[in-house]
């Protein structure tokens, strides 16, 4: 789903989307742009084509693991709900702490 598709889907226009994000939607996105960078860096990525390459293979990491954790809890993981009421002040910097707690458990 595109970032345009996943903000209609929320009913947001100028919001940021990673605010209204749910905790798990914020993990997958984590999981994309980690295994994307760390791909980068394996790879030694330089320019747009090989980036765009390593890019694709990042988010494939992370749609495998969406696919398979929405098989076995029967739920979709990308949700139409808003997490963000509007004129509330942002949690981002709570979940991003939490989300990197949890990134860094699974390393070890």
């Given amino acids: 789903m595109s970032v345009a598709e996943h903000k209609d889907m929320k009913g947001l226009t100028s919001h940021n989307l990673r605010d209204h994000m749910s905790e798990a939607e914020l993990i997958f996105t984590a999981l994309a742009e980690l295994s994307t960078r760390q791909i980068a860096e394996s790879v030694n990525a330089t320019g747009m084509p090989e980036n765009k390459s390593v890019a694709k293979?990042?988010?494939?990491?992370?749609?495998?693991?969406?696919?398979?954790?929405?098989?076995?809890?029967?739920?979709?993981?990308?949700?139409?709900?808003?997490?963000?009421?509007?004129?509330?002040?942002?949690?981002?910097?709570?979940l991003k702490a939490g989300v990197v707690k949890q990134l860094r458990d699974v390393k070890k």
């Fill in 57 to 94: 293979k990042g988010g494939r990491i992370a749609a495998q693991a969406r696919h398979q954790l929405e098989s076995q809890t029967g739920k979709s993981v990308v949700t139409g709900a808003n997490y963000l009421p509007p004129g509330a002040k942002s949690k981002m910097g709570s």
